[in-house]
């Protein structure tokens, strides 16, 4: 039997500024991580090429993942939303634990994305693992805001790695098991969700 | 605790512009910023620019799509997404 198509996966960060979206990002991709702060401006595209288990093959797939890093301007997101999140599958919902505010700002960003590419997967990110906490949190605040929600997360360190991998896996394979069948497209990229 | 100060996105953009005038990222930013603040059809401007530069620069189709429709120039907004629909990976 032959291997399955390598599937491809749209997957959008989402969050405020300086809460470590391309951070995570280059942490996972090139295993580096550079604590001075460049704001991302307009949008960067990486890819990463990953070997998920399929949930619906029951053994591992090829998914070559395009990571959307989009900037964390909110006043510009509403107009950007088509140009960013179309065709979108899967959300990073990235927050700051050092700062409460960070994490109901996510809500925003859900609203927007889900409003142009649907009630696709989405996957909390709790970055800065490596610092204190906001003080401001109480406890189990931010598990219940996940809970709320139906996100699954993660706490996660761009700066230690922690986290990262996984929480990449995770929403990967929460996409193919969110996903309908496809056939595979004409392009030898494989099969992509109808946008 | 220093308060956090959120980065202000015009001066960055501004600031990248001065160093570099064709930095295709502050020029997207700034087309945005255009249109943000009503001036439509100079972000539309902008944005030719970006695809002079980069005309696979990620959203830039969509993005100057979703503007040629706020003008109500349907027809250019069409041909703006069908663009995307052949660049974007």
Redesign the interface.
């Known amino acids: 039997m032959s291997a399955p198509a390598p599937i491809r996966l749209k997957i959008c960060m989402a969050g405020e ?2 809460v470590g979206k391309t951070s995570l990002i280059r942490r996972y991709v090139l295993d580096e991580y550079d604590d001075r702060y460049i ?1 991302t ?5 990486t ?1 990463k090429v990953m070997s998920v288990q399929d949930p619906k093959r029951a053994g591992p797939v090829t998914v070559h993942a ?1 990571l ?1 890093d989009i ?1 964390g ?1 909110p ?2 997101r509403d ?2 939303k ?3 999140y ?2 979108a599958e899967g959300i990073f919902a990235v927050a700051d634990q050092t ?1 409460k505010e960070t994490l109901a700002a996510l809500d925003a960003w859900a609203r927007s994305i889900r409003s142009v590419a649907g009630d696709i997967p989405t996957f909390g990110l709790v970055n800065k693992k490596d610092l204190d906490p906001d003080p401001q949190f109480a406890a189990g605040e931010i598990e219940a805001f996940f809970e709320k929600r139906g996100w699954p997360w993660l706490c996660t360190s761009a700066k230690t790695g922690v986290g990262v991998e996984e929480g990449f896996r995770r929403l990967a394979e929460t996409i193919l098991a969110d996903r309908p069948i496809l056939k595979p497209d004409a392009s030898g990229d494989g099969p992509r969700r109808p946008s | 605790m220093t308060a956090f100060v959120q980065p202000d996105t015009a001066v960055i953009v501004r600031q990248r512009l001065l160093e570099n005038a064709e930095d295709v990222d502050a020029l997207f930013v700034l087309a945005a910023l255009h249109a943000h603040d009503g001036l439509v059809a100079e972000g539309i401007t902008v944005l030719d620019r970006v695809l002079r530069l980069d005309p696979a620069y990620p959203g830039a189709w969509r993005f100057k799509a979703t503007l040629h429709r706020m003008r109500g120039e349907n027809e250019a907004g069409q041909s703006a997404w069908d663009r995307a629909e052949d660049v974007e990976p």
């Not at chain 1, 401006?41 to 595209?45: A, F, N, P, V």
């Open positions: 500024a300086t704001a401006l307009g949008t960067k595209i890819k395009i959307w900037m301007t006043t510009l107009l950007l088509e140009a960013y179309h065709g700062r």
